[in-house]
């Protein structure tokens, strides 16, 4: 169960995972030890899962950011067990961010960071077409992001 302190924490921390626990102490007027014990208490039990550095995609020359939506072909009697391979196997391209199965219409959905719209067109046709079931892509530029 969350409290609202530990909601308070989290706020924080969600903003920025490297805050001081004394500024966190500051800012939420919880006390120094008191925070501290939430934090690794939220740890222990799996709701804080990890801590992330959140990088600068053109600083690294991944300017362009899409969103590609997979529709898979029913290659297989088990239809879940393909989706799911071919989405550990999306993942593991060094361009995907992010990789989920999905409801509905479509059944994976994939975030992916590239230098520009060449690399963009190469990774769908040439790299994300060739795994085994996939029937066919829909690519959406982001534009712009707000955090």
């Given at each position: 169960?969350?409290?609202?302190?530990?909601?308070?924490?989290?706020?924080?921390?969600?903003?920025d995972?490297?805050?001081?626990?004394?500024?966190?102490?500051?800012?939420?007027?919880?006390?120094?030890?008191?925070?501290?014990?939430?934090?690794?208490?939220?740890?222990?039990?799996?709701?804080?899962?990890?801590?992330?550095?959140?990088?600068?995609?053109?600083?690294?020359g991944?300017s362009?950011?899409?969103?590609?939506?997979?529709?898979?072909?029913?290659?297989?009697?088990?239809?879940?067990?393909?989706?799911?391979?071919?989405?550990?196997?999306?993942?593991?391209?060094?361009?995907?961010?992010?990789?989920?199965?999905?409801?509905?219409?479509?059944?994976?959905?994939?975030?992916?960071?590239?230098?520009?719209?060449?690399?963009?067109?190469?990774?769908?046709?040439?790299?994300?077409?060739t795994?085994?079931?996939?029937?066919?892509?829909?690519?959406?530029?982001?534009?712009?992001?707000?955090?």
């Amino acid at each position: 169960m969350l409290y609202r302190k530990d909601e308070k924490i989290l706020e924080i921390l969600k903003k920025d995972c490297k805050t001081p626990i004394k500024n966190i102490s500051a800012q939420t007027g919880i006390p120094l030890t008191t925070v501290h014990n939430r934090i690794k208490n939220m740890e222990k039990h799996g709701i804080i899962k990890s801590y992330v550095a959140l990088i600068d995609k053109k600083m690294i020359g991944r300017s362009i950011s899409a969103w590609v939506m997979i529709d898979m072909a029913d290659i297989s009697s088990d239809k879940d067990n393909s989706d799911e391979l071919a989405a550990k196997r999306i993942k593991e391209m060094p361009e995907v961010e992010e990789c989920y199965l999905l409801t509905g219409n479509i059944d994976i959905i994939a975030k992916v960071n590239v230098s520009d719209t060449d690399s963009l067109n190469e990774f769908v046709t040439k790299k994300l077409r060739t795994i085994p079931g996939i029937k066919r892509t829909t690519t959406s530029v982001i534009l712009k992001h707000e955090r």
